[in-house]
T-cell receptor
């Protein structure tokens, strides 16, 4: 089975430009997450969706960041305008609601990440 | 807010030896899940093992096992028979069942396996 797919893998842009990161979750997964990883702040959850609906965007840094999930197999994270402090690795992850059992939530599977550099 | 503490920024272990990576968490919620992820130098995040707060037995997955001490709020990862490929950053994470499907990660432990 294909894992979580992210594109591009690397992005270098100049301050003020719009950046769009893309994610295809694992087929059948109903949760999708966007994370950001930096040396200073570690791994932070930005936003997550359930069945294509944004559930919690409290981690989105500011209005320059927006995320959409138009269908079950695609999501975007957009930064407009980008700033040097947005430089980070952005991960997309997905998970599936557990079936019957004791678990409420399943493990999340991560994509390879997009390394964003804003000059 | 819940807090995850990994006190060992770096660890060294000899090949074929066992190593324990520490993780403590701070939550008053009774229902939660604990996860460990591995991040090799290539950057991807790899899920290793899960422990639920109500699980009676410690979780095991191959060479990975979790030393879960609920009263102490610790969930240490034990890697047995270390291999060179185990060299990576290891992250502990907690998910509060009542808080939505949100993982909070620790700061990680860099493990280096030596010959």
């Amino acid at each position: 089975d294909a894992g979580v797919i992210q594109s591009p893998r690397h992005e270098v842009t100049e301050m003020g430009q719009e950046v769009t990161l893309r994610c295809k979750p694992i087929s059948g997964h109903d949760y999708l997450f966007w994370y950001r990883q930096t040396m200073m702040r570690g791994l932070e959850l930005l936003i997550y969706f359930n069945n294509n609906v944004p559930i919690d965007d409290s981690g989105m840094p500011e209005d320059r960041f927006s995320a959409k999930m138009p269908n079950a197999s695609f999501s975007t994270l957009k930064i407009q305008p980008s700033e040097p402090r947005d430089s980070a690795v952005y991960f997309c992850a997905s998970s599936r609601t557990p079936g019957q059992g004791t678990r409420v939530y399943n493990e999340q599977f991560f994509g390879p990440g997009t390394r964003l550099t804003v000059l | 807010a819940q807090k995850i503490t990994q006190t060992q920024p770096g660890m060294f272990v000899q090949e074929k030896e066992a190593v324990t990576l520490d993780c403590t968490y701070d939550t008053s919620d009774p229902s939660y899940g604990l996860f460990w992820y591995k991040q090799p130098s290539s950057g991807e995040m790899i899920f290793l093992i899960y422990q639920g707060s109500y699980d009676q037995q410690n979780a095991t997955e191959g060479r990975y096992s979790l030393n879960f001490q609920k009263a102490r709020k610790s969930a240490n990862l034990v890697i047995s028979a270390s291999q060179l490929g185990d060299s990576a950053m290891y992250f502990c994470a907690v998910l509060l069942t009542g808080g939505g499907n949100k993982l909070t990660f620790g700061t990680g432990t860099q493990l280096k396996v030596e010959l």
